[in-house]
T-cell receptor, first 111, second 111 residues
């Protein structure tokens, strides 16, 4: 059983479309991070959210942490081919220094 | 130069062989991690270390061992490799805010 469920697992869209990726759990997290991974490379941090209800924006990407700190979403506006990659959410429970990762969402943006 | 390096980048080996994957970092972080990545499963934690004298098992430590030779070096060993250990392996470090910095990965194939 996956502690962090990410959906969808695969998304193929046309350039200019909007999309949302969800990361859900029945557990509370002290923080939640989103990473992006490109082929042949390790994941790279996009954002960390720590407060329930928090919204952070990174250019065309909007991240939200649920009020109860059990879920998060990533919304991309007007997707570009350069957004193609694997998006991973990861949560920390308490102050353990360990992350629990979702399964990942593979995004393909076609020109 | 990359902050987190892994060697080798690719390795093909046979069942029963002993394999060592090495990780070095120049970020000066105390915390280091080893993960494996399989399609559709995200990243699973194998072992982690919060300082040179601290080694802890992660979710899937069976069949693996680690050594923390110095603050900058953390190696992962497969004492007797088996085919279901075929995967992509990542080393990571973490700062005190919890951001993880990943190496480029090692693709291991066990025949």
């Amino acid at each position: 059983t996956q502690l962090l469920e990410q959906s969808p697992q695969f998304l193929s869209i046309q350039e200019g479309e909007n999309l949302t990726v969800y990361c859900n759990s029945s557990s509370v997290f002290s923080s939640l991070q989103w990473y992006r991974q490109e082929p042949g490379e390790g994941p790279v941090l996009l954002v960390t959210v720590v407060t329930g209800g928090e919204v952070k924006k990174l250019k065309r990407l909007t991240f939200q942490f649920g009020d109860a700190r059990k879920d998060s979403s990533l919304h991309i506006t007007a997707a570009q081919p350069g957004d193609t990659g694997l998006y991973l959410c990861a949560g920390e429970r308490g102050n353990t220094g360990k992350l629990i990762f979702g399964q990942g969402t593979t995004l393909q943006v076609k020109p | 130069d990359a902050d987190v390096t892994q060697t080798p980048r690719n390795r093909i080996t046979k069942t029963g062989k002993r394999i060592m994957l090495e990780c070095s970092q120049t970020k000066g972080h105390d915390r280091m991690y080893w993960y494996r990545q399989d399609p559709g499963l995200g990243l699973q934690l194998i072992y982690y270390s919060f300082d040179v004298k601290d080694i802890n098992k992660g979710e899937i430590s069976d069949g693996y061992s680690v050594s923390r030779q110095a603050q900058a070096k953390f190696s992962l060993s497969l004492e007797s490799a088996i085919p279901n250990q075929t995967a992509l392996y990542f080393c990571a470090t973490s700062d005190l805010l919890g951001t993880q910095y990943f190496g480029p990965g090692t693709r291991l194939t066990v025949l």
